[in-house]
């Protein structure tokens, strides 16, 4: 587990080294704080997380030996086209490791390209990326991570004024679809407003959350409707629907703790700091963002529903725009002290977060171990 926790502490280490960089405009009462961009150090730490990714043995990640077993037994058909043809390269060679190079490239590559294109800075982003476990999800999920990182690379056209764009953003699910079917939701992005939710509609419907959360008819319920508009997802799981539509896990009050910090912190957000137009930083990526986040939060409800957590998958990515515009107002703040306590208890929450799911061993992670013989 060691190499999990050197992982975002050289993170900091270098956070730390790194400068606070002032820029000023024509306006000399305008001053904007920046933790200084360092492409050098971007992609160090892009080839290190690759690196870690593509090197790590078969057993580590509970659906990884299921994608080598299709590597195999060269079981792969009828997955989407762009998964197929990366196979059908590593078949060729003969070469799983081809296979696991190819795939978290991709991923990574798309989601860097999204942080160093949007984020206000890179190492905030690179590390929550981290701590937020979006990461480590790509240790399973492989297919659809792919959808997730082209979808989060190119989120600005769809929260651009120019209608041109969500035309643009059309044509990004569509190449996402090769990756994986179900970036066929992610059309809903586009009833999402670009003007924050207000205070008083989130917290009441937090609340609610928090009480539907324990009734799980409810979410059957809810389950029962999806089924009616699936598609596609109806077909592939019509053997067994209760996997994918229905409650297949319970979760508990432990679970749903972080969840409740997570909205705290949301709900703070709406209220402090204010959001400053002077700043060089996409203010309707982070109003999307928050708005997304939101909602995440508030399918929680219905966490169990498998088609959910898919749809989970997409919307927790987010949480890296979030909260590297979000820690980016608060260095500009003018309130340093109320600022400063506000990010200490951020990091403190996804320190804790990281650290748990990892003793939990959520997704099958621990212990990390290098490749194996057979993968090549």
């Known amino acids: 587990m060691l190499v999990y926790f050197l992982l975002p502490l050289t993170v900091v280490y270098f956070l730390f080294l790194s400068r606070a960089t002032i820029l000023k405009s024509g306006d000399y009462r305008k001053k904007e704080i920046f933790i200084e961009k360092n492409n050098f150090m971007f992609g160090f730490w892009f080839l290190v997380l690759l690196s870690l990714a593509v090197c790590k043995g078969i057993n580590v990640g509970t659906d990884y030996r299921m994608y080598y077993n299709f590597f195999l037994h060269q079981s792969y058909d009828g997955v989407e086209l762009g998964i197929s043809t990366i196979y059908d390269i590593s078949v060729k060679y003969h070469n799983f490791f ?3 190079l190819c795939i978290y490239f991709i991923f990574l590559f798309f989601i860097f390209w999204g942080i160093k294109k949007n984020s206000p800075n890179y190492l905030i982003s690179i590390l929550v990326f981290i701590l937020t476990h979006v990461y480590f999800t790509g240790y399973n999920q492989l297919r659809q991570i792919i959808a997730v990182a082209i979808i989060f690379a190119f989120v600005s056209y769809l929260v651009s004024d120019k209608k041109f764009d969500k035309f643009k953003y059309i044509i990004v699910i569509l190449v996402a679809l090769l990756f994986h079917n179900s970036a ?5 992005l586009f009833l999402i407003p670009k003007k924050r939710f207000a205070g008083k509609v989130v917290i009441p419907l937090f609340i609610l959350t928090i009480i539907l959360y324990f009734v799980p008819e409810f979410k059957n319920k809810i389950g029962e409707i999806i089924v009616k508009f699936s598609g596609f997802y109806m077909e592939k799981y019509e053997t067994n629907l209760d996997y994918f539509f229905e409650v297949n896990k319970e979760k508990g009050l432990l679970q749903l703790v972080p969840v409740v910090i997570q909205m705290i912190i949301v709900t703070i957000s709406l209220y402090f700091p204010k959001i400053k137009t002077s700043l060089t930083f996409n203010s309707n990526l982070y109003k999307f963002s928050s708005n997304v986040i939101i909602i995440n939060l508030i399918l929680y409800s219905l966490a169990g529903i498998e088609a959910i957590d898919r749809l989970q998958v997409y919307f ?4 890296i725009y979030f909260y590297s515009f979000l820690i980016h107002l608060l260095l500009n703040s003018k309130d340093k002290k109320n600022s400063k306590v506000f990010i200490v208890f951020i990091a403190a929450f996804w320190v804790l977060y990281y650290t748990l799911r990892l003793i ?16 090549i």
């Open 360 to 375: 939990t061993n959520v997704h099958g992670i621990v212990p990390y171990s290098l490749l194996n013989n057979q993968l």
């Open 98 to 100: 081809l296979f696991a």
């Open 184 to 188: 066929i939701f992610l059309f809903c």
């Open 316 to 319: 927790s990515c987010f949480n």
